[in-house]
């Protein structure tokens, strides 16, 4: 029995076609027009694949659907049967006469019956040498691979395009065609997948995108492993490219720039943001707005002013899917263990980086305080008497250091304030001596003191995520393009209901309405009397709003009917607990400009810092903006140990009132 049953409408063009051909084909076949060429017997093995894949229309019964079912059950018997009697020597001309829709499949015939015999090995080294693509093809046959591994590892090492094929195996993320799974032969060996790379990185004709993903490579002791050396040659050849395409008069560049202002003059709002005529965007703070708060505000200005976090204090300047152009995601090449550095992500952290430079810089000039040490008596004297947490005092440089120098001296108080809090969560007292005799501890492996912080959405779940892309993703059949709204461009379901009450259900098409029965089984929108469709609950929408857009929801800041909803959700299989400090993609966040354990293009300033891979001293600009990011990442961090011990505290009086009443 399948798990999934794929139901299309006739109304469906995109497979439809498809079906109603295959339809047709099962019947005559069944009449004893059975194919005597290689591409009609390839033709049945579509048919019977789709079939066995359980692709139906809504308007067949089960009765005819298995009535198809049990005349392609002989198929594999005529196509094997077919495939027995080609002549070995003839299989080149054979494969060349296909169709390029059915090249792929001919191995893949070959290798599910293990027809191994119909294959000589120097027609297939013919068929290979110098077509990539029809070398793809045959990796993706496991047991051809194996049974012809000497040849194939010598079609690989002689071509240096299959560099192209090592970064799709290890490299690039998979999607579209590079789903199906390749399988390199088993005598290729690490220092092969090497050489192959560098036979790339040295050819004539490089590309600056394959050149990229290979600086990105994880080494994997089993998989793929870079030399330093090899690494070095990507690195500069990249830029070497790079260079050469920025100064290439036929390259097109746009240019984006962001202004960040603080003006000293009374009566001007907190912010203000001002586009000028070529989009640009300029946001403006207001000094005496500054002056006049305490230091609980001043920090708190990175939420309030500076927008790094949402009212659930969920970091907004992570990378989010939600943020993500389709061109851009197409266009742009990132590697499986890169994070993901968009064109939005790159914006708002670079706004987030002029921000703090600015705001350090103000507060040193009118308050004659800075940006560390607000950040500081934060930390030292707001938390200990807000909530009793008595955390040790934090080393700041000194302001006479080198830029250099503050990197060295800040970028390990991260570590230390985070060891600190996780001392107090497992201890209930931060004891200097436990921690000094306790192993080191990253910023990303912090506890809260809520077991169940975050529920954050459950690997391999496809609920919840055809919950979210039906609901609130521009896919799924495009469910906002309905009659009489399609003229507005509503960009998701969600949008639609919540600006449209007269939605009408018999107004979709035949193909849309099972994703629309979906989302109304699921109990996520409903059909009134008048057959118009409404959100059934807000607070649920809001709740897979926070999932689709971060990743994540924080349980402790919904309500009680919030927290039902989220728990419902949970027993359901779509989300699991998570009990860091840190949600999973404000870990990733941090871990991308910490260190490169997690990512291949992380900044690395852990690294760098407190490991002496320091870059070039006379670098001051690398050493500013590493500088002003980790203090940015110690005010997140600042931040997020305040929202916790809220949490906390806040669960704690709602636990003493419930036990009160029960009283």
């Known amino acids: 029995m399948k798990d999934r049953v794929c139901y299309f409408s006739k109304d469906d063009l995109s497979v439809g076609h498809y079906l109603e051909m295959a339809e047709k084909r099962i019947q005559e076949v069944a009449e004893g027009d059975v194919p005597t060429d290689l591409e009609g017997v390839i033709e049945l093995w579509h048919i019977k694949r789709m079939i066995d894949d359980e692709c139906r229309f809504l308007e067949w019964t089960d009765e005819k659907f298995n009535t198809l079912k049990q005349l392609t059950s002989g198929y594999g018997k005529i196509i094997s049967g077919f495939f027995c009697h080609l002549d070995p020597t003839l299989l080149k001309s054979e494969f060349e006469r296909l169709e390029w829709t059915y090249k792929n499949t001919f191995w893949k015939i070959i290798d599910a019956y293990k027809l191994y015999k ?32 000497s040849i194939i590892r010598e079609i690989l090492l002689s071509n240096v395009n299959s560099a192209h094929i090592i970064l799709d195996k290890y490299v690039t993320k998979r999607d579209l065609r590079r ?10 060996t690490l220092a092969d997948k090497e050489q192959i790379l560098v036979n790339y990185l040295q050819s004539d004709d490089p590309n600056l995108n394959y050149v990229r993903l290979i600086t990105q490579i994880k080494d994997d002791k089993n998989n793929i492993k870079l030399s330093p050396k090899t690494r070095l040659l990507a690195e500069r050849l990249d830029k ?77 300047l992570i990378n989010k899917q939600t943020e993500v152009d389709t061109m851009e995601s197409l266009l742009m090449d990132i590697g499986r263990d890169s994070y993901p550095t968009h064109i939005r992500f790159n914006n708002k952290n670079n706004l987030a980086l002029f921000q703090t430079f600015a705001y350090n810089k103000v507060l040193t000039q009118t308050l004659n305080s800075s940006f560390e040490i607000e950040l500081k008596t934060f930390y030292e004297k707001h938390l200990r008497t807000q909530y009793g947490y008595c955390g040790l005092p934090i080393s700041l440089p000194s302001n006479d250091d080198s830029t250099l120098n503050k990197c060295r001296v800040l970028c390990p108080e991260l570590d230390a304030v985070v060891k600190q809090y996780n001392t107090f969560v497992e201890e209930d007292e931060i004891d200097k001596d436990l921690i000094r005799l306790s192993k080191p501890l990253k910023v990303e492996e912090g506890k809260s003191l809520l077991i169940n912080k975050y529920y954050e959405i459950a690997d391999g779940n496809n609920e919840i995520r055809s919950v979210l892309w039906g609901l609130l993703g521009s896919g799924n059949s495009l469910l906002s393009h309905v009659e009489p709204f399609k003229y507005k461009h509503y960009h998701s379901l969600a949008e639609l209901l919540e600006k449209e009450n007269d939605v009408q259900y018999s107004n979709y098409a035949n193909y849309q309405k099972p994703h629309l ?28 709003r926070s999932l689709w857009e971060y990743g994540v929801c924080s349980y402790w800041h919904y309500n009680d009917e919030g927290q039902k909803i989220i728990d419902k959700m949970f027993d359901k299989g779509w989300l699991v607990k998570d009990d860091h400090l840190l949600s999973k993609p404000e870990r990733d966040y941090f871990s ?32 500013i903006a590493a500088y002003h990011t980790i203090l940015r990442l110690f005010a997140i961090l600042i931040l997020k140990i305040e929202d916790d011990l809220w949490l906390a505290s806040k669960t704690m009086e709602r636990s003493v009132v419930i036990g009160e009443t029960q009283v």
């Open 118 to 149: 119909l294959i000589k090995p120097e027609i297939l080294r013919d068929i290979l040498a110098g077509n990539n693509n029809y070398v793809r093809e045959v990796l993706e046959c496991k047991g051809i691979v194996e049974k012809f591994k």
């Open 179 to 188: 789903d199906a799974e390749m399988h390199l032969p088993s005598n290729l």
């Open 240 to 316: 070497k490219l790079n260079d050469e395409m920025l100064n290439d008069p036929s390259t097109v560049t746009t240019r984006w720039s962001l202004g960040v202002q603080f003006v000293d003059e009374e009566g001007r709002p907190p912010i203000e943001l001002h586009i000028d005529e070529r989009g640009n965007p300029t946001y403006i703070y207001s000094i005496p707005y500054i002056m006049n708060q305490d230091n609980v505000h001043r920090v708190g200005n990175c939420i309030s002013l500076f927008g790094w976090m949402n009212q659930h204090f969920l970091l907004n």
């Open 517 to 544: 029965d979906f989302l109304i089984e699921q109990n996520i929108i409903g059909v009134n009397s008048d057959g118009n469709l409404y959100i059934v609950s807000q607070l649920q929408l809001n709740v897979l």
């Open 592 to 623: 991308y400009y910490l260190d490169n354990g997690r990512f291949t293009n992380g900044m690395a300033y852990r690294n760098h810092y407190m490991h002496g891979s320091t870059p070039p001293v006379d670098d001051e600009n690398a050493h």
